[in-house]
């Protein structure tokens, strides 16, 4: 017998996604290609699933908390953080529609959430049980391949930005963020579309340490910001 849990939120952006356009969505992914939407139907109508709403800054799952589903990002924005014992959150990583997580860890005999799981943005996700996964996985051979890729890549993802996180310095980071939105459009001002606070999450260093490091670089003439962008003065400094 399915399950279904909608937990509602009221935003304008938002839109209401029922189980047939649950199915038009995922038939589409690449990791589902290879089944039709009828067959996708089959399997979740005799499996345990949830198509769950959550609103900005909403917990999906709470570190330690016990990983029961893989959870497929429909619509929104979804964030991997991590508390420190000062009370600091820092990004790990974000993760966008199509994406999904949990499952590197589902089939885990440790299967504990390492970090907390935050909706960055109003989201709809879709939570798939180990036995659904099991299923799907026994029919086709170009699931489960795709399912054991993407677990690998979602793993890879994570040790490196950790990885990021504990090696580099904080002007490190923040020249890598200027270098890549750079490559992006070539050009020197950078638009920022979060906060300052986010900003400094996705680096995972504090607000006032990424503040006092912008300063710094304005000072020494790299760099020239205010609060919706940042100007990149001296271009040898990403090249």
């Not at 909403?58 to 924005?77: A, F, K, M, T, Y």
């Not at 420190?84 to 997580?101: D, H, K, M, R, Y």
């Not at 504990?166 to 963020?177: N, P």
């Amino acid at each position: 017998m399915n399950i279904i849990r909608v937990t509602y939120v009221t935003n304008k952006e938002m839109v209401k996604i029922t189980f047939e356009k649950c199915m038009d969505i995922i038939s589409k992914m690449e990791l589902f290609n290879d089944f039709t939407k009828e067959d996708l139907t089959s399997f979740f109508k005799v499996s345990k699933y949830a198509i769950n709403e959550y609103a900005k800054d909403q917990i999906i799952h709470l570190q330690n908390e016990s990983c029961s589903s893989v959870d497929i990002i429909l619509q929104g924005r979804v964030s991997i953080q991590k508390i420190n014992e000062e009370g600091n959150v820092f990004q790990i990583a974000q993760f966008l529609e199509g994406s999904f997580f949990g499952a590197n860890l589902i089939f885990s005999s440790r299967n504990y959430y390492p970090m907390t799981v935050v909706s960055d943005s109003p989201s709809t996700v879709l939570s798939m049980s180990k036995d659904l996964i099991i299923a799907l996985g026994q029919s086709n051979t170009k699931f489960l391949l795709g399912f054991l890729s993407a677990v690998s890549d979602v793993t890879l993802v994570l040790t490196d930005k950790i990885d990021s996180m504990s090696l580099k310095t904080i002007r490190e980071k923040i020249l890598d963020f200027l270098k890549y939105q750079y490559s992006l459009k070539k050009n020197p001002k950078i638009i920022l579309k979060f906060t300052k606070k986010e900003f400094a999450e996705r680096l995972g260093i504090q607000r006032t340490s990424l503040s006092r490091e912008l300063n710094k670089m304005r000072k020494e003439g790299f760099i020239d910001f205010d609060a919706l962008s940042i100007t990149i003065k001296n271009l040898d400094l990403i090249e």
